[in-house]
């Protein structure tokens, strides 16, 4: 064989490894790209702006809920209460300021406050209780859902003032898709340039290296649940904004989207691995699939079947990387 000839097959199999490296990396950027092309192709209504606006506003609730279980499946946990979370935050703002005349500002602060208490307790029975994290947020779910009803009487509650604002528009553009962005800069700058960020993904990585190196791993174990608690609080305020009122069963089945998101952006759901980037991408990827198939009037127990099978395929790569991981 010449070594010109041995030179092409280097050359050729040189790029065939940076094709394969970059769709391991990138392969729900390059989902959405195409999937947005043949829905382009598909249906000129996809394309438009007000549409493409639509997309976003659908998105963003669970984009900042899948921000927030970024934090949890990175450090090899993984957090259902989410949506639960979500719809008690918001059961608690509108309560405190139509039945106990607080003032805006005060009752989203204490909304934020409950996110975070539910998220701590979710951590901490994670951390000294030892139980796991899939356990531990079952149990915080089901006991946010509860709290949910009996503080609202199963009765929804409307909301006003700085609550709609979180539905309303600033200069054309939503924000609940401005909210979003916001929420997605803060989680990327916490996960990748804050020590709290650099010990997340050290404990998903290997939580016995991690608490030998210094690392304090109970300390950690708890904020990623604080962390992901307050994500779901705003999301919960991005919920109520639009509706002007908050349901006893908001938010209800997101987490699993949420989670869907995340795994779809690349995150492992053995920990370590993950970037707020993907996330997004994932959570605007689910949120396409859907928009495209309401403007082909697919039925929405079809939708349910594609997006599960969207959800296996992702779990299914991130398996088969994991193992040429090891190998």
Known sequence: MSSVTKNKKMVSAGAGNVVKEFLARNGALVGLILLCIILAISTPAFLTGANLLNVGIQASTIAILAFGETFAIVSAGIDLSVGAVAAFSSMVVAYTGSSMGLPAWLTILIGLAAGAGFGALSGMANAFLKLPSFIATLATMSIARGLTLVISDGRP???????????????????????????????????????????????????????????????????????????????????????????????????????????????????????????????????????????????????????????????????????????
């Open 157 to 327: 509650i409307n909301t006003s003032g700085l609550v709609n604002f979180f539905g309303s528009t600033l200069a054309g553009i939503p924000i609940p898709i401005i909210t979003m962005i916001v929420m997605g800069i803060v989680a990327a700058v916490i996960l990748n340039f804050t020590s709290m960020g650099r010990s997340v993904y050290a404990v998903g990585g290997n939580m016995e290296a991690s608490r030998l190196s210094g690392i304090h791993v109970h300390k950690t174990q708890i904020m990623v649940f604080v962390l992901s608690g307050i994500f779901a609080a705003v999301a919960g305020l991005v919920i109520a904004g639009r509706l002007h009122s908050v349901q006893p069963q908001a938010a209800n089945g997101y987490e699993m989207d949420a989670i869907a998101s995340t795994v779809i952006g690349g995150a492992s759901l053995s920990g370590g691995k993950g970037k707020i980037s993907g996330t997004f991408v994932g959570a605007i990827l689910l949120a396409v699939i859907r928009n495209g198939l309401n403007i082909l009037n697919v039925s929405s127990f079809w939708q349910q079947v594609v997006i599960g099978l969207v959800i296996a395929v992702a779990v299914s790569i991130d398996t088969m990387r994991r193992k040429q991981d090891i190998h």
